[in-house]
């Protein structure tokens, strides 16, 4: 079965860094996407970045772009998510996604793919 289990979460304060990790497992490294999702309390679901697995391809939300960095390793089959300058609007439930298709995904719907549990990020001093 499709698995994909995030880590690394906790509590910082502005300015700081936190990875997270993704793990896969069940299915094959080389194609569709992974994406990073997060909600914040009271808030929808909004994309943060995602990686084309077959291409190397990164993308992110206009809000991360410069502070957070998406990479993936093959060979462990985890992606990678290195946040840094950390402000307290990131805060949120990070969530580590599946997906198989290989096209750009315009919606974000949480009945797409296969989401991980869900770690939690808290930014405050």
């Known amino acids: 079965a499709v698995q994909v289990v995030e880590s690394g979460g906790g509590l910082v304060q502005p300015g700081e860094s936190l990875t997270l990790t993704c793990t896969g497992s069940?299915?094959?490294?080389?194609?569709?996407?992974m994406y990073w999702v997060r909600q914040a309390p009271g808030k929808e679901l909004e994309w943060v970045s995602r990686t084309d697995l077959s291409t190397g391809s990164t993308y992110y939300e206009n809000s991360v772009r410069g502070r957070f960095t998406i990479s993936k390793d093959n060979g462990k089959n985890t992606v990678t998510l290195q946040m840094n300058s950390l402000k307290p609007e990131d805060t949120g439930v990070y969530y580590c996604v599946r997906d198989p298709i290989t096209y750009f995904r315009q919606t974000l719907s949480r009945s797409l793919g296969t989401w991980g549990q869900g770690t939690q990020v808290t930014v405050s001093s």
């Open positions: 069940g299915f094959a490294f080389s194609s569709g996407w």
